[in-house]
């Protein structure tokens, strides 16, 4: 018998587009969900993600040990396409199973777009009060504006992406046409805490009039570390002013420059929104005499750039979605002061109601391969039947 | 009781009757009963409304709850070895608590518990009388209180069950002075005005509640002697002083209109304060708050209660009524009468019984059908029980994790009947009946412990899960996964065992339809399982924001996904035959336990609503069992050769 040679091409067509590879994905998924979850226990949510799930691979001392949940879904993905679509027989009787590969795909897809191309964060209001931004639970942004008497000052912002690199020692120089000094950010430390220069502790980074910071360890929830790096300005006459900044600082760090006064402060990034949203009443409804949280509810008012208003009633389960963002309510509190205040999650996500889209596409397309199984089943059993009761007579 | 099984609250309360008896002064009252409860009477104090744990439910319920709590089972045996049901021993412990103290209700599961408290045990996890406790009380609520302080790890067994005795007694003390504020009588024989007010020297609250204007006016009247005012005021001080400091006790009544917290009912105390408060109309509660004391007052005599108890139902259930909240009170009596799941569990018991003798005595068709039937009666038992339970709360199916073990124990034997209607194989049927019985068995074990930690089977859920909407399908269906994943791995089992014991020898049909039944119930399974998966990330995005989390509860659901899809891609590929398909199966059981009960237990995520102590144990234990059948079936199978059909076949060349 003459072995027929197959080309690289073919032969990595048959690999990606096998049953193989979709079994050794699928364990691969498999696995990596058991110890995912099992690490959220003493590493939180956030960790597990990056580690196991947002990842092309896992590593051990820099050493790829597993793929990772990106490059097993990536691969799933082709796998799907290859072996789902282009090698499966395209019968009638596989229409249902090809209609599932669809929701499946649109599923996996609009999971990789929210990867991509979302923004989360939240959006906390105090009764009465509006705002037109929320912020990140866990990037950090460094801003600059000048401070004058009037409202619309420009902001110059450096987002999280250009200094969370900066280790202690490493530093980097930022400058614009419209400001007067060159600002220097450097030493990042993703969880610290600022303390007064002692003989009991070890500063990270350099101290900066008697305080420094005190690196932290990385919390389990990931959105209740506190970002510090250390930030230093040269104006045009060469004078150097330098400041801790912190994420939890009460007030930004001031400058006077040239006569002028700027404002530098390091706080979640902040995502501007298409409207103002303003509180009008927090509710919180109990069950009679157990203290437990019937109900949660915020009526709020939506003012869009032309001045109108519309009310709205954000509760669980029941989200406002508009402008390409969906507010959630997520918790609420009472400030110092007594006032109420409400906090909502606000997500962007461009494939937000994909996944509902496929799960009907999915469950359509079982339906049909499922039903018409066991149609075929019961026909069968039914003709074994009367063989078998015709071979008794 | 209107609060949570707490003990810390409410130790104060423990010391309620020192202060009565300082405020004013109890009658001498019959101690014990000295009549039968009638039947009738203790059916018009079963469907008495009272709300306990947010939920309003017939007093049968509170009595049943309560009872199972404490004393492990919802009827109480006494010494002399006559038998309570749950109303009579309330009625007993309400309105004859001296007598009920006697009552050997409460269950102490170790002897190091009494132990620890310096009391003597009978004998292993015997029951108890509150007089027999008694004298170790003081030393309970000292030991629950060091346990309160632990952390929830630090605690051992015995920390937990001091910690329940602490709470069991706080519990019952609260039904055992349930009474206590209608017996109080107050002297007013030092005042003529105050005598002739009220018509007796020394009248019951019910009777002042009665003349509250007339005392007022007394208190602040200008013409009425400095006498007559200062033994009003004094009156009322006494009154104020008598009422317990904790709102915990029974709220018998719906509260007046334009209350502060309109949904919570009242106690009798709160009954007293809005009274001599005066800014609500207030005359439903009085009425039946006299009703009360009427009813208290004539326990003497068995006609007598009986009228009083008449009269006070119709005043309580027309208060309720009012209110919409009395509509399945007699749905849910009844249902706790029938006890569908405990009889169902004695029906698929019989049934398999049944499916046994077949298996001995093939030509006795009429055993068959009678199996059938047994089955098909523990099933409507089932459905009945389940759809009461929707009626009763005016929620789906499945809200708590009580709930899944009944649907998930239901779906199983409709599913596995229904195997059985198409295959007549006489497989599919006691494997649906071995799963009701066990399940059922199981539901009445963990019955016991969300009751012990909710307080009721239909608890109130948290404000994320108020939606009938998201439970009524995303619940479902998961718990229709679950289901199925549970009875393809049973069949698997049987599956073993038939190879192991060479049970299906010379039936060549027999395991090529385990098989095919097996796999169209991971295809069930499978169906069910995706769609309540991707419905549950549709829920987390409209409660949370988020699609997929990568939460415990969430990556369960997951791996149940990944595992049958793993098998059927595996089976389509070749990889896997009869036997690998089997042994896929059976670690498919084990996943879906994993991830209805394992991932509760890591206490972490969103939906960590189903935490529960020591479970892990028993899951350790299962998935052990499971790991040793898989390897005994790989041994057999290795000893026996790979030979046959059974051998692995190269992969297909294309998908199907």
Redesign the interface.
């Known amino acids: 018998m003459v072995k027929k040679n197959k080309s690289l091409g073919r032969m990595a067509f048959d690999v990606l587009s ?3 590879l ?2 050794v994905c ?2 691969a ?2 696995v990596l ?2 110890y ?3 690490h ?2 003493d590493h939180g ?1 956030y960790d ?2 990056d580690v196991y ?1 947002h990842s092309y691979f896992l590593k051990w001392n820099g050493i790829p040990i597993f793929p990772g949940g990106l490059l097993c879904m990536s691969v799933l993905c082709i796998n799907l396409v290859l ?2 679509f282009v ?3 395209w019968a009638s ?2 229409v249902g ?1 090809l209609i599932v590969h669809v929701g499946i795909l649109v ?1 996996l897809i ?2 990789m777009v ?1 990867i991509q191309n979302s923004d ?1 964060g939240h959006l906390q209001i105090i009764e009465t009060l509006s705002k037109d931004y929320f912020q990140s639970s866990l990037d950090w942004e460094v801003a600059i504006w000048e401070v004058h008497d009037v409202d619309d000052a420009q902001e110059f912002v450096i987002q999280d992406a250009s200094f969370t690199d900066l280790e202690v020692g490493a530093s980097r120089t930022f400058t614009s046409d419209s400001l007067p000094f060159e600002l220097t950010l450097s030493g990042f430390l993703k969880n610290c805490q600022v303390l007064p220069v002692g003989p009991n502790w070890q500063v990270s980074g350099n101290p900066v009039e008697g305080y420094g910071f005190l690196r932290r360890p990385d919390e389990k929830e990931s959105e209740f570390n506190i970002g510090g790096l250390n930030a230093s300005i040269k104006t045009s006459d060469g004078t150097i002013q330098e400041a801790l900044l912190w994420g939890n600082q009460r007030h930004p760090w001031a400058i006077a420059v040239d006569g002028r006064t700027f404002a530098i402060d390091m706080r979640p990034e902040r995502y501007p929104m298409p409207y103002s949203i303003r509180l009008d009443d927090f509710i919180k409804e109990e ?10 509810r915020s009526k709020v008012t939506q003012i869009d750039a032309q001045g109108n208003e519309r009310p709205h009633l954000i509760q ?4 406002l979605r508009d402008g390409g963002l ?1 507010l ?1 309510q ?1 918790s609420y509190g009472t400030t110092p002061g007594g006032h109420e205040y409400s906090v909502f ?3 962007r996500n461009p494939s ?1 109601k994909w ?2 889209y ?2 009907w596409v ?2 359509f397309g ?2 049909l391969t ?1 039903g018409r ?2 149609i075929s ?2 026909r069968t ?1 039914s003709k ?2 009367h063989m078998a009761a015709g071979a008794a007579q | 009781m ?3 099984r707490s003990f810390l609250p409410v130790i104060a309360s423990l010391f309620a009757p020192l202060l009565l008896s300082v405020a004013g002064f109890a009658q001498q009252e019959p101690t014990n009963r000295v009549f039968e409860w009638e039947s009738d009477t203790v059916e018009l104090f079963q469907t008495l409304p009272v ?1 306990s ?2 939920r309003v439910k017939p007093m049968d319920s509170l009595a049943g709850l309560n009872l199972l709590i404490m004393n492990g089972k919802r009827t109480l045996k006494l010494e002399d070895g006559s038998k309570l049901k749950p109303s009579q021993w309330l009625l007993d412990t309400m309105f004859f608590p001296e007598q009920a103290k006697d009552y050997p209700c409460f269950r102490v599961q170790s002897d190091d518990v009494l132990i620890a408290v310096d009391l003597t045990p009978k004998g292993k996890r015997d029951w108890y009388s509150y007089n027999e406790l008694a004298p170790g009380l003081a030393k309970v609520m000292e030991e629950a209180r060091r346990v309160a302080d632990l952390d929830d790890n630090a605690r051992t067994t015995v920390d937990l069950q001091l910690l329940k005795l602490a709470n069991d007694t706080i519990a019952y003390h609260y039904l055992v002075t349930a009474m206590d504020l209608m017996r109080l009588s107050f002297d007013v024989s030092g005042n003529q005005t105050l005598t002739e007010m009220f018509g007796t020297e020394s009248p019951k609250l019910a009777t002042i509640l009665a003349h509250v204007p007339e005392l007022q006016n007394l208190r602040v009247a200008r013409g009425t002697s400095d006498a007559d005012t200062d033994a009003a005021n004094q009156l009322v001080q006494e009154i104020g002083r008598s009422l317990p400091s904790s709102n915990a006790h029974l ?1 018998f009544m719906a509260p007046a209109a334009g209350s502060e ?1 309109e ?3 009242w106690t009798f105390a709160d009954t007293v304060v809005a009274r001599f408060g005066g800014q609500q109309d207030v005359t439903a509660q009085v009425a039946i708050f006299a009703a009360f004391s009427e009813l208290e007052a004539s326990k003497g005599d068995a006609a007598t209660f009986h009228a009083a108890l008449e009269k006070l139902h119709g005043l309580s259930v027309a208060l309720a009524s009012s209110r919409g909240e009395y509509d399945m009170i007699a749905e849910e009596v009844s249902l706790y009468k029938l006890d569908p799941f405990y009889y169902s569990l004695v029906f698929y018991a019989l049934a398999f019984l049944l499916c046994a003798v077949t298996w001995m005595a093939s030509k006795q068709r009429w055993i068959w059908g009678v199996a059938w039937v047994f089955v098909g009666i523990g099933f409507i038992l089932d459905t009945y029980g389940i759809t009461m339970r929707c009626l009763i709360r005016h929620r789906p199916p499945v809200v708590t994790l009580y709930d899944t073990i009944i649907f998930i124990t239901t779906a199983m034997v409709l599913v596995g009947g229904l195997m059985e209607w ?3 194989q006489r497989i599919a049927l006691p494997v649906a009946a071995l799963l009701g019985c066990a399940g059922m068995f199981f539901a009445g074990k963990y019955e016991l412990r969300e009751v012990a930690t909710a307080g009721d089977t239909m608890a ?1 859920v ?3 899960l ?2 009938n909407y ?1 439970l009524a399908i995303h619940v479902t269906t998961i718990s229709l996964g679950y289901a199925g994943g549970l009875l393809a791995s049973s069949m698997a089992h049987v599956w073993v065992i038939g190879k192991l014991f060479g049970l299906g020898k010379g039936k060549s ?1 027999f395991f090529k339809s385990l098989t ?1 039944m097996t796999y ?1 119930v991971i ?2 399974s ?2 069910f399982s ?2 309540g998966t ?2 549950g ?3 987390a ?12 509860k969430e ?2 659901a ?2 149940i996904c ?2 049958l ?2 098998m059927l ?2 089976r ?4 896997v035959r009869e036997h690998g398909f089997m042994m896929l199966t059976i670690v498919g059981g084990v996943v879906v336990s994993a991830s209805w009960w394992g ?1 509760n237990m ?4 969103l939906h960590s609503y189903g935490r529960i102590d020591g479970a892990w144990l028993a899951l350790m234990t299962f998935w052990t069992i499971e790991g040793g059948v898989i390897a005994l079936s790989v041994l057999h199978r290795f000893l026996t050769g790979w030979s046959g059909s059974n051998k692995p076949q190269p ?2 060349a ?3």
């Not at chain 1, 069950?287 to 949660?296: F, L, N, Q, S």
């Not at chain 2, 995005?541 to 415990?552: A, E, K, L, T």
Request: net charge positive; with cysteine.
């Open positions: 096998s049953f193989w979709c079994c699928l364990l998924l498999f969900t058991i995912g979850t099992i959220q226990v949510l597990a993600k799930f072996g789902g090698r499966i027989k009787r596989n199973v599923l609009s999971g929210k989360e069950h009679p005499g157990i203290g437990m949280a019937k109900a949660y669980m389960n029941e989200p969906v959630f997520s999650s606000v997500v937000d996944p509902e496929s799960m999915i469950t079982m339906l499922f199984r066991l089943f019961i059993q074994r039947r | 209107n609060q949570q709300q744990y947010a709220t917290q949904d919570l009912w198409i295959t007549k109130s948290v404000a994320v108020d939606t998201y049909q095919r169209g295809c069930f499978l169906l995706i769609f991707i419905m990330g549709v829920w995005n409209d409660s949370w924001g988020r699609f997929w989390g990568w939460d415990p990556n369960g997951l791996l990944l595992w899809l793993l891609h595996a389509l590929g070749g990889y991932v890591l206490d972490t995520g992969p297909a294309a998908a199907s």
